[in-house]
C-alpha cells in the first residue's frame, strides 16, 4: 500500500497511548523498540514494529530513525506567546530585591506589556512572535496553547486574537487560542476592578463571541481565561467573569493559586474549567477536590525558576489523589520567557520530582487533554494527527537528565518534516 511518509527503525518508539494519563498511571509511555510510524494525508496510518509496517507500506517518502528516540510533538498548553516588546529592567528590578507583585502594583509588570502591545500594529505583533513560535518549533513543540491578555481593551485583544488566526494559519506549530482579558486591571480603571470585571463580563465577551462567529471560519471558540489572584481579580470577580463566558458557550482556563490561594481551583472544578494552571499554593482539601475531577492540573516550572522562587505545585499529592497533571512553559516576557519543552522537562524533574517518562507523559498526551485535543493530539495512535519528533538521544530518560542543550533533530507536523 503506498503511504506519504513512514518513519523507521526508532530505537524507542513512545507511543503514549491510551489517552490521558491519571495518578499512578503517568508515566506509562507505551514504547516500541525499532519502531515505526506509517503517515498518509497528515494522519498516523499505523504504529508498529519497523519489519511488519515495512513490509506492508510503500512510502513516497522514508525516514530514517535509527539510533533516536521518536516521540509525540510536545504540547504546549498555557502561554502567552504574542506580546510587544520585552521587561529586561524589570528582571533586574527582581534581582535587587523587589517582587513581581510590587513591580505589578507600581505600574509595571503585565501593564508594561499592555502599553508596548497597545501601541504594537497587528503587523509588528505577528514580526515579534513568529520567531518565537520557530523557537518553539525547534525544540519540538507542535502544538500551542496562546493567549490574550496583553491589550485589556477590546480593540487590542481583538487585534491580538486576529494575529493568533494569521499565525496558526501560516503555521506550524498549530495554535490554540484564549482569550485573557482579565489578566490584569488596566491603569484607566485603576481602583475600579469591577468596573472592568463588568465590562469583560458584558460588552468585551459578547463582543469576542461575535468577532469569533464571523471571523474564525467555523474553528472551535477560544478558552476564556482569568488571572483569580489578590490584588488582580478576586473570587467573586473571577466568577462573574467565567460565568459569563460559560454562558455564552466559551470553554474555561484559569490561574489560580500563583502566589495566594483564593478558592480558584475549587471554582474551576465547580464550573468544569478544562484547566486550572500555576496551583504553587493550592491548598489539599482542593487539591482533592482537583484531582477527582476532569479539570487538568496545569504546572508551570518555569515560572518559579523565573521569578527565583522555590515553591512549586503540590503533584505528589494530586497524582497520590489520581488526578490529570499537564506541564507547560508559561512563556510570557516577565517571569518565564522560555520556549523550550524539554528544558521544562528538566525542570519538572527536579523541582516537582517528576521521572522523566511522568515529565513526557505530563508535556504530550495530558498537555493535549488540557486544552480538549486528547483525541487528535499528544500521542501516536492511528487516526491521530502526524505530529512527532525525533531525538538525537539513545534513550527516552535523557529528556529531563539533560538540559541546555536542544536535543530534537527533528520535528513532523501534520505528516510533514518541517525542522
Request: proline fraction near 5%; hydrophobic fraction near 45%; aromatic fraction near 6%.
Amino acid at each position: 500500500m503506498g503511504i506519504d511518509l513512514l518513519v523507521h527503525s526508532a530505537s524507542q518508539l513512545a507511543t503514549l497511548s491510551g489517552g490521558p494519563q491519571r495518578g499512578g498511571d503517568l508515566g506509562r509511555l507505551a514504547l516500541i523498540r525499532d519502531g515505526a510510524v506509517a503517515i498518509d494525508d497528515g494522519r498516523i496510518l499505523a504504529v508498529g514494529p519497523s519489519t511488519d509496517l515495512r513490509a506492508r507500506y510503500q512510502a513516497a517518502e522514508a525516514l530514517d530513525a535509527s539510533g533516536r528516540v521518536v516521540l509525540p510533538g510536545f504540547v504546549d498548553s498555557h502561554t502567552h506567546a504574542i506580546w510587544a516588546g520585552d521587561r529586561a529592567s524589570e528582571f533586574e528590578m527582581r534581582l535587587q530585591g523587589r517582587s513581581y507583585m510590587e513591580i505589578l502594583a507600581a505600574g509595571g509588570g503585565i501593564m508594561s506589556t499592555v502599553r508596548a502591545t497597545r501601541a504594537a500594529s497587528i503587523e509588528q505583533l505577528i514580526a515579534e512572535t513568529r520567531p518565537r513560535l520557530e523557537r518553539m518549533l525547534a525544540c519540538g513543540t507542535t502544538t500551542v496553547e496562546v493567549k490574550t491578555g496583553y491589550g485589556l481593551d477590546l480593540p487590542t485583544e481583538l487585534r491580538l486574537l486576529e494575529a493568533i488566526l494569521q499565525l496558526d494559519s501560516d503555521g506550524p506549530p498549530k495554535l490554540i487560542p484564549t482569550f485573557l482579558g482579565a489578566h490584569a486591571v488596566p491603569e484607566e480603571y485603576r481602583g475600579r476592578t469591577q468596573a472592568y470585571v463588568e465590562l469583560v463580563s458584558e460588552t468585551m465577551l459578547p463582543a469576542v463571541r461575535a468577532w469569533w462567529d464571523a471571523r474564525a471560519g467555523g474553528r472551535p471558540l477560544p478558552f476564556v481565561d482569568v488571572f483569580c489572584e489578590q490584588g488582580v481579580f478576586d473570587l467573586r470577580q473571577t466568577r462573574r467573569i467565567l460565568t459569563a463566558a460559560r454562558s455564552l458557550g466559551f470553554p474555561l482556563k484559569i490561574h489560580a493559586d500563583e502566589f495566594v490561594a483564593l478558592g480558584g481551583t475549587r471554582l474551576a472544578v465547580e464550573l468544569g474549567a478544562l484547566s486550572a494552571d500555576h496551583l504553587l499554593h493550592t491548598p489539599p482539601e482542593e487539591v482533592t477536590a482537583l484531582a477527582d475531577s476532569v479539570t487538568v492540573a496545569v504546572a508551570l516550572p518555569a515560572t518559579p525558576f523565573g521569578l527565583a522562587e522555590s515553591s512549586s505545585a503540590p503533584v505528589r499529592e494530586l497524582l497520590q489523589a489520581g488526578g490529570i497533571l499537564a506541564i507547560a512553559t508559561d512563556l510570557n516576557p516577565g517571569t518565564a520567557w522560555c520556549e523550550s519543552m524539554p528544558f521544562t522537562l528538566a525542570l519538572a524533574c527536579r523541582s516537582l520530582g517528576l521521572t522523566p517518562a511522568q515529565a513526557i507523559a505530563a508535556a504530550t498526551i495530558n498537555g493535549a487533554a488540557a486544552v480538549g485535543l486528547q483525541d487528535s493530539k499528544g500521542s501516536l495512535e492511528p487516526g491521530k494527527d502526524a505530529d512527532l519528533i525525533l531525538l538525537d538521544i539513545p534513550d527516552w530518560r535523557h529528556l529531563g537528565y539533560r538540559f541546555g542543550t536542544n536535543l530534537v533533530s527533528r520535528v513532523v507536523q501534520g505528516g510533514r518534516v518541517v525542522i
